[in-house]
């Protein structure tokens, strides 16, 4: 709310200022002026496709034997971490197993997990 009144008191400010006679108003905006036209030594040739990198398509093997790290915390500290490198294969298998344990927990114990 204050900051809506001392806006408005601004705006009346500006407004109640009048330039001198015979003088324009002032422009609020900055004056702008033309940029200077950028100037080339060599004319700018497209590219060919010779020029251009070839890429060579990723096939699935390649992508399965790509190794990828990642960082896992250790239980109990919030800090402590360590980083776990396998290929995408092993994570795949490594990320199937861990569900699939879960799922076998939660399904032979349709009450809720209960350690012994």
Known sequence: ???VAFALGL???AQAIEPPAG???PSLAAPVTPAAPVVSAAPVQPA???ALPSFKPVSATDL???VVCRSTIDTG???KKHKVCM???QWTYLDRENGSSARKMIENNPG???PQ
């Open 1 to 3: 709310m204050m900051f």
């Open 112 to 114: 809720g997990f209960r």
């Open 87 to 89: 290929t995408r294969h």
């Open 11 to 13: 705006i009346a400010a």
């Open 64 to 66: 399965a034997n790509q």
């Open 48 to 50: 060919t496709p010779a």
């Open 23 to 25: 003088q324009p108003a």
């Open 77 to 79: 500290s919030l800090i």
